[in-house]
T-cell receptor, first 114, second 115 residues
Framework: KAGVTQTPRYLIKTRGQQVTLSCSPISGHRSVSWYQQTPGQGLQFLFE???????NKGNFPGRFSGRQFSNSRSEMNVSTLELGDSALYLC?????????????FGNGTRLTVT | AQKVTQAQTEISVVEKEDVTLDCVYE???????LFWYKQPPSGELVFLIR??????QNEISGRYSWNFQKSTSSFNFTITASQVVDSAVYFCALRGGSNDYKLSFGAGTTVTVRA
Protein backbone atom coordinates (compact mmCIF):
# COMPACT_ATOMS: atom_id res chain seq x y z
CA LYS A 1 0.00 0.00 0.00
CA ALA A 2 1.44 3.35 -0.96
CA GLY A 3 2.07 5.78 1.85
CA VAL A 4 1.14 9.42 2.14
CA THR A 5 2.60 11.40 -0.74
CA GLN A 6 3.41 15.08 -0.49
CA THR A 7 4.52 17.33 -3.32
CA PRO A 8 6.72 19.16 -3.80
CA ARG A 9 9.45 18.06 -1.35
CA TYR A 10 11.19 21.43 -1.39
CA LEU A 11 9.97 24.91 -2.18
CA ILE A 12 11.62 28.30 -2.11
CA LYS A 13 9.38 31.36 -2.24
CA THR A 14 9.71 35.08 -1.71
CA ARG A 15 7.90 37.11 0.93
CA GLY A 16 4.47 38.16 -0.25
CA GLN A 17 4.01 35.26 -2.65
CA GLN A 18 1.56 32.45 -2.15
CA VAL A 19 2.13 28.71 -2.20
CA THR A 20 0.07 25.55 -2.59
CA LEU A 21 1.13 22.22 -1.14
CA SER A 22 -0.39 18.91 -2.14
CA CYS A 23 -1.07 15.71 -0.25
CA SER A 24 -2.33 12.32 -1.40
CA PRO A 25 -3.46 10.13 1.50
CA ILE A 26 -3.18 6.40 1.89
CA SER A 27 -5.85 4.65 -0.13
CA GLY A 28 -9.02 4.28 1.93
CA HIS A 29 -8.12 7.00 4.41
CA ARG A 30 -10.71 9.75 4.53
CA SER A 31 -9.12 12.02 7.11
CA VAL A 32 -6.27 14.33 6.19
CA SER A 33 -4.46 16.58 8.67
CA TRP A 34 -1.77 19.20 8.21
CA TYR A 35 0.97 20.10 10.69
CA GLN A 36 3.67 22.74 10.69
CA GLN A 37 7.04 21.87 12.18
CA THR A 38 9.59 24.53 13.14
CA PRO A 39 12.61 24.39 15.47
CA GLY A 40 11.08 26.99 17.75
CA GLN A 41 7.44 25.92 17.94
CA GLY A 42 7.73 22.21 17.27
CA LEU A 43 4.82 20.37 15.69
CA GLN A 44 1.66 22.45 15.48
CA PHE A 45 -1.72 21.44 14.16
CA LEU A 46 -3.04 23.41 11.20
CA PHE A 47 -6.32 21.75 10.22
CA GLU A 48 -8.09 18.48 9.64
CA UNK A 49 -10.45 17.43 6.86
CA UNK A 50 -12.82 14.51 6.58
CA UNK A 51 -15.01 13.89 3.54
CA UNK A 52 -14.25 17.36 2.16
CA UNK A 53 -15.26 19.10 5.42
CA UNK A 54 -12.91 20.93 7.70
CA UNK A 55 -13.63 19.62 11.17
CA ASN A 56 -11.00 21.48 13.15
CA LYS A 57 -8.54 24.31 12.71
CA GLY A 58 -5.49 25.24 14.73
CA ASN A 59 -4.41 28.69 15.84
CA PHE A 60 -3.05 29.97 12.58
CA PRO A 61 -3.95 33.18 10.72
CA GLY A 62 -6.42 33.15 7.87
CA ARG A 63 -3.54 33.19 5.40
CA PHE A 64 -3.39 29.46 5.96
CA SER A 65 -6.19 27.58 4.26
CA GLY A 66 -6.87 24.16 2.93
CA ARG A 67 -9.32 21.97 1.16
CA GLN A 68 -10.03 18.35 0.51
CA PHE A 69 -11.31 16.86 -2.70
CA SER A 70 -13.78 14.04 -3.24
CA ASN A 71 -10.92 11.57 -3.73
CA SER A 72 -9.58 12.59 -0.27
CA ARG A 73 -6.57 14.35 -1.74
CA SER A 74 -5.86 17.61 0.03
CA GLU A 75 -4.18 20.90 -0.68
CA MET A 76 -2.91 23.54 1.66
CA ASN A 77 -2.47 27.16 0.64
CA VAL A 78 -0.51 29.92 2.32
CA SER A 79 -1.00 33.42 0.98
CA THR A 80 1.14 36.52 1.50
CA LEU A 81 4.09 34.50 2.73
CA GLU A 82 6.15 35.74 5.65
CA LEU A 83 9.66 34.76 6.68
CA GLY A 84 8.19 32.98 9.71
CA ASP A 85 6.28 30.61 7.47
CA SER A 86 9.52 28.82 6.66
CA ALA A 87 8.94 25.33 8.02
CA LEU A 88 8.44 21.67 7.28
CA TYR A 89 4.78 21.09 6.45
CA LEU A 90 3.61 17.59 7.18
CA CYS A 91 0.47 15.97 5.91
CA UNK A 92 -1.03 12.94 7.63
CA UNK A 93 -3.89 10.63 6.83
CA UNK A 94 -5.93 8.24 8.91
CA UNK A 95 -9.07 6.19 8.65
CA UNK A 96 -11.23 8.27 10.95
CA UNK A 97 -9.05 11.05 12.25
CA UNK A 98 -10.21 10.62 15.84
CA UNK A 99 -9.78 8.28 18.76
CA UNK A 100 -7.11 5.66 18.50
CA UNK A 101 -6.79 5.90 14.74
CA UNK A 102 -3.08 6.67 14.24
CA UNK A 103 -1.93 9.32 11.81
CA UNK A 104 0.35 8.23 9.01
CA PHE A 105 2.61 11.02 7.84
CA GLY A 106 4.20 11.90 4.54
CA ASN A 107 7.79 13.04 4.05
CA GLY A 108 6.75 16.66 4.22
CA THR A 109 7.29 19.76 2.12
CA ARG A 110 10.12 21.96 3.27
CA LEU A 111 9.18 25.57 2.55
CA THR A 112 11.78 28.31 2.65
CA VAL A 113 10.63 31.91 2.44
CA THR A 114 13.28 34.49 1.53
CA ALA B 1 -6.31 21.55 26.72
CA GLN B 2 -3.90 18.72 26.09
CA LYS B 3 -0.25 19.02 26.97
CA VAL B 4 2.68 16.68 26.47
CA THR B 5 6.06 17.14 28.10
CA GLN B 6 9.24 15.38 27.07
CA ALA B 7 11.83 16.60 29.53
CA GLN B 8 14.78 14.96 27.82
CA THR B 9 16.08 17.04 24.94
CA GLU B 10 18.89 14.73 23.84
CA ILE B 11 20.09 11.26 24.73
CA SER B 12 23.32 9.73 23.48
CA VAL B 13 24.10 6.05 23.95
CA VAL B 14 26.45 3.43 22.64
CA GLU B 15 25.04 0.67 20.48
CA LYS B 16 23.36 -2.18 22.38
CA GLU B 17 22.53 0.01 25.37
CA ASP B 18 18.88 0.41 26.33
CA VAL B 19 17.25 3.82 25.90
CA THR B 20 14.22 5.00 27.87
CA LEU B 21 12.31 8.07 26.75
CA ASP B 22 10.12 9.89 29.24
CA CYS B 23 6.72 11.38 28.46
CA VAL B 24 4.33 13.12 30.84
CA TYR B 25 0.93 14.29 29.70
CA GLU B 26 -1.94 16.44 30.90
CA UNK B 27 -5.55 16.07 29.88
CA UNK B 28 -9.00 16.49 31.38
CA UNK B 29 -10.48 13.80 29.17
CA UNK B 30 -11.28 10.46 30.76
CA UNK B 31 -10.77 8.71 27.44
CA UNK B 32 -7.64 9.57 25.52
CA UNK B 33 -4.99 8.04 23.31
CA LEU B 34 -1.22 8.17 23.50
CA PHE B 35 1.21 7.65 20.66
CA TRP B 36 4.92 7.47 20.01
CA TYR B 37 6.38 8.59 16.70
CA LYS B 38 9.90 8.46 15.30
CA GLN B 39 11.31 11.07 12.94
CA PRO B 40 14.51 10.03 11.16
CA PRO B 41 16.61 12.60 9.25
CA SER B 42 14.44 12.03 6.17
CA GLY B 43 11.68 13.97 7.92
CA GLU B 44 8.80 11.52 7.82
CA LEU B 45 7.06 10.89 11.13
CA VAL B 46 6.77 7.14 11.60
CA PHE B 47 4.03 5.75 13.83
CA LEU B 48 5.44 3.34 16.42
CA ILE B 49 2.88 2.52 19.11
CA ARG B 50 -0.50 3.52 20.48
CA UNK B 51 -2.08 3.10 23.90
CA UNK B 52 -5.66 3.72 25.02
CA UNK B 53 -6.31 5.33 28.38
CA UNK B 54 -8.55 2.48 29.45
CA UNK B 55 -5.91 -0.18 28.89
CA UNK B 56 -2.93 0.04 31.20
CA GLN B 57 -1.39 -3.24 30.14
CA ASN B 58 2.20 -2.69 29.17
CA GLU B 59 3.54 -4.49 26.17
CA ILE B 60 6.66 -5.37 24.30
CA SER B 61 6.92 -5.33 20.54
CA GLY B 62 10.26 -6.49 19.29
CA ARG B 63 12.87 -4.14 20.73
CA TYR B 64 10.23 -1.61 21.76
CA SER B 65 8.37 -1.60 25.05
CA TRP B 66 6.28 0.98 26.85
CA ASN B 67 5.21 1.73 30.37
CA PHE B 68 1.86 3.48 30.73
CA GLN B 69 0.95 4.67 34.23
CA LYS B 70 -2.24 6.67 34.61
CA SER B 71 -1.50 7.44 38.25
CA THR B 72 1.53 9.50 37.27
CA SER B 73 0.29 10.50 33.77
CA SER B 74 3.35 8.98 32.20
CA PHE B 75 3.86 7.04 28.99
CA ASN B 76 7.50 6.04 28.78
CA PHE B 77 9.07 4.27 25.84
CA THR B 78 12.08 1.98 25.84
CA ILE B 79 14.29 0.78 23.02
CA THR B 80 16.17 -2.35 24.02
CA ALA B 81 19.61 -3.11 22.61
CA SER B 82 19.74 0.11 20.59
CA GLN B 83 21.12 0.19 17.07
CA VAL B 84 22.56 3.00 14.98
CA VAL B 85 19.39 2.98 12.86
CA ASP B 86 17.43 3.98 15.95
CA SER B 87 19.04 7.42 15.81
CA ALA B 88 16.15 9.83 15.31
CA VAL B 89 13.89 12.31 17.07
CA TYR B 90 11.15 10.61 19.07
CA PHE B 91 7.85 12.31 19.76
CA CYS B 92 5.19 11.48 22.29
CA ALA B 93 1.69 12.59 21.31
CA LEU B 94 -1.77 12.75 22.85
CA ARG B 95 -5.25 12.87 21.42
CA GLY B 96 -8.33 13.39 23.55
CA GLY B 97 -11.63 11.58 23.40
CA SER B 98 -14.44 12.01 20.93
CA ASN B 99 -14.40 14.95 18.54
CA ASP B 100 -10.73 15.63 19.12
CA TYR B 101 -9.15 15.71 15.69
CA LYS B 102 -5.63 16.81 16.47
CA LEU B 103 -2.55 15.29 18.00
CA SER B 104 -0.74 17.32 20.62
CA PHE B 105 2.97 16.60 20.40
CA GLY B 106 5.77 16.89 22.88
CA ALA B 107 8.92 18.78 21.95
CA GLY B 108 10.72 15.57 21.01
CA THR B 109 13.81 13.78 22.24
CA THR B 110 16.81 13.40 19.95
CA VAL B 111 18.36 9.97 20.31
CA THR B 112 21.87 9.39 19.00
CA VAL B 113 23.18 5.84 18.98
CA ARG B 114 26.94 5.63 18.49
CA ALA B 115 28.59 2.58 17.00
Amino acid sequence: KAGVTQTPRYLIKTRGQQVTLSCSPISGHRSVSWYQQTPGQGLQFLFEYFSETQRNKGNFPGRFSGRQFSNSRSEMNVSTLELGDSALYLCASSLGGTGGSPLHFGNGTRLTVT
Amino acid sequence: AQKVTQAQTEISVVEKEDVTLDCVYETRDTTYYLFWYKQPPSGELVFLIRRNSFDEQNEISGRYSWNFQKSTSSFNFTITASQVVDSAVYFCALRGGSNDYKLSFGAGTTVTVRA
